[in-house]
């Protein structure tokens, strides 16, 4: 889903790039001379990284809507964690690329974002 640059919040998820960057801070800024723009500090939700981008107001930017639910960690099957729903008992394979690229067992809190 596209959204004005204007439209940033902190939290948000957004696809710059071809990667996931979450929104970290945010300030927009009005200058009297020339065009608003948005001041963004983004970080990159598989290595970490963080950037600092400056997106002009009207920009259009794909914006990526997650809801998150909770979930118990039952066991790793070869290269999926398997997880599974407290309210349908349904199980959920999760590939070892889409949570981490150094996951382990111990360090899943049992959240899976969808």
Known sequence: MKINAGE????????YKNDLWQVLKTQHVKPGKGGAFVRTKL????SGK???HTFN????VDFIRVDAKEMQYLYLDGESFV???NDNYEQLMVSKDV???NAEPHYIKGRYAT
């Open 57 to 60: 107001s009207g920009a259009k």
């Open 99 to 101: 949570i981490s690229k």
């Open 50 to 52: 963080i950037i600092d």
């Open 8 to 15: 940033i919040r902190v939290g948000m998820l957004l696809e």
């Open 43 to 46: 970080k990159d939700i598989q």
């Open 83 to 85: 997880f599974m729903d």
